[in-house]
């Protein structure tokens, strides 16, 4: 292995390559038949791709491997070298999200039917629970909830379309928003109108949306916002960018739910 390019040059390379053919780390894990974490340690440049593990990624990703190495190159081209992905690249599961408007209107009724008269539960902080419901849930079953993609922005992640959805669900009779006030500010509230559809939550989203409503619906805007600005997909996202939900591969304690297997 060409020894100027160091550990993390390399896991940059294989991050994109990865993300550019569409691919969860979960695909390459089980293509390179090695826990999910590795992969992970891998791209973050704290563990060394063995020679063997670096050819199977080449298969995988379609790359060169001679040219994967060298110290000028382009990902663009390399992806293009191979014209026939083989057998299990063609078969590797692709996530890619997809808004279930269905789905987040449910949701957001479920957890306004849930939470929304708490007091301290306006926008800010049921924006935030539709997040950690969408992010947790992927983190822990690699699948997408609502599919709704969160852009950071300055008070945290706030879900893209949002507005055009309440606002079909305030004008079909589904919602009520208010303006009131909260410790002297301004807090625009929400209010279910009619009751969510729960035939359309399998049983592991609603656990996960009730875990994310028992753990984070007393708290504050500010409380929960500034918990949010320290998890993982919003810290390596640049303002005003959508959040990458592979991000949530990253996450440490306490912010990760999902229980991983030990790396080697």
């Not at 000028?72 to 808004?99: A, F, N, W």
Request: charged share 30%; aromatic share 12%.
């Amino acid at each position: 292995m060409n020894s100027r390019l160091s550990s993390k040059e390399i896991g940059k390379r294989i991050m994109k390559l990865r993300k550019l053919k569409g691919f969860s780390q979960e695909d390459l894990s089980q293509f390179l038949k090695i826990p999910r974490s590795s992969i992970a340690q891998m791209e973050l440049g704290n563990r060394n791709v063995s020679v063997i593990e670096l050819i199977k990624l080449s298969e995988a990703l379609g790359f060169s491997y001679d040219q994967f190495l060298a110290n000028e190159y382009k990902t663009d081209k390399l992806v293009k070298i191979v014209s026939e992905p083989s057998k299990e690249y063609v078969q590797m599961r692709i996530s890619v999200p997809e808004l279930n408007q269905d789905k987040l209107k449910n949701i957001l009724l479920y957890i306004v039917e849930q939470c929304g008269g708490k007091p301290n539960v306006g926008e800010t902080v049921l924006y935030k629970l539709l997040y950690f419901s969408d992010f947790n849930f992927y983190e822990i079953y690699e699948e997408h909830l609502t599919g709704a993609q969160y852009r950071k922005l300055s008070y945290g992640p706030v879900p893209q379309k949002i507005e055009v959805i309440v606002h079909q669900m305030i004008k079909e009779g589904q919602l009520q928003r208010i303006i009131t006030k909260y410790h002297n500010y301004p807090q625009t509230k929400y209010f279910a109108l009619k009751n969510a559809d729960l035939k359309t939550f399998s049983a592991a989203e609603k656990y996960v949306i009730d875990k994310v409503i028992e753990q984070f619906s007393d708290w504050s805007a500010k409380k929960i916002s500034e918990y949010s600005h320290n998890d993982k997909p919003w810290r390596a996202t640049e303002e005003n960018q959508i959040i990458d939900y592979e991000l949530v591969f990253y996450r440490r304690p306490p912010y990760s739910v999902r229980v991983y297997e030990e790396d080697e």
